[in-house]
């Protein structure tokens, strides 16, 4: 069945580091591929998306490249900050027979430090 | 706009009790998911409702879990005979149409702990 394998961390960066956060898949077809996080604290939330093949998804300063030869959807930021601590989940959406639900990758806990 | 909302935010409860979660989705939305977060076993699915299609059951785990939708709207996941491997956040998710283009939308989670 559809999968998600990303980095699962933790990983703690300094302010300004450069990240990038690993996630292939494997999926019949070509689904939408999505970014979530979840802040301290607070609920999921949808941080970036691509729904074909080439499509760069971005928000916040994050981006991330929906690569079909590859089969991957790496999470990049230039320049991390404070406040981008947070768990980091890839996933795609599987859909069949009129049903649909997100397959998720494990998360990856990231730490940004002064 | 109101987003998603899941009570109770936190529930302890003794082995063998019967529980009741509820989520109260957008209103406008006619898809809602539940997903189980859990240390082991990270996010996953567990039952699927669009409109009043029949629901996607596929992710539950026992025939101790159900769930249902009332009205196109309000949804409700219980879990009887609760076991302490059922310990775990319980997301609740609504989009507008289930298209899987449609951004799904998490509501904060009930913590569940069994004693």
């Known amino acids: 069945g559809d999968s998600v394998t990303q980095m699962e961390g933790p990983v703690t960066l300094s302010e300004e580091a450069f990240l990038t956060i690993n996630c292939t898949y494997t999926?019949?077809?070509?689904?939408?591929l999505f970014w979530y996080v979840q802040y301290p604290g607070e609920g999921l939330q949808l941080l970036l998306k691509?729904?074909?093949?080439?499509d760069k998804g971005s928000n916040k300063g994050f981006e991330a490249t929906y690569r079909k030869e590859t089969t991957s959807f790496h999470l990049e930021k230039g320049s991390v900050q404070v406040s981008d601590s947070a768990v980091y989940f890839c996933?795609?959406?599987?859909?069949?027979?009129?049903?649909?639900?997100?397959?998720f990758g494990k998360g990856m806990k990231l730490t940004v430090n002064p | 706009g109101a987003g998603v909302s899941q009570s109770p935010s936190n529930k302890v409860t003794e082995k063998g009790k019967d529980v009741e979660l509820r989520c109260d989705p957008i209103?406008?939305?006619?898809?809602l998911y539940w997903y189980r977060q859990s240390l082991g076993q990270g996010l996953e699915f567990l039952i699927y409702?669009?409109?009043?299609?029949?629901?996607?059951k596929s992710g539950l785990p026992s025939d101790r879990f159900s769930a249902e939708r009332t009205g196109g709207s309000v949804s409700t996941l219980t879990i009887q005979r609760t076991q302490q491997e059922d310990s775990a956040v319980y997301l609740c998710?609504?989009?507008?149409?289930?298209?899987?283009?449609?951004?799904?939308?998490f509501g904060p989670g009930t913590r569940l702990t069994v004693t």
């Open positions: 999926a019949t077809g070509y689904p939408s």
């Open positions: 996933a795609l959406i599987h859909t069949q027979g009129g049903s649909e639900k997100l397959v």
């Open positions: 998710a609504s989009s507008l149409a289930g298209t899987g283009l449609s951004e799904q939308y």
């Open positions: 409702f669009q409109g009043n299609s029949a629901p996607d």
């Open positions: 209103s406008g939305h006619t898809a």
């Open positions: 691509a729904t074909k093949a080439d």
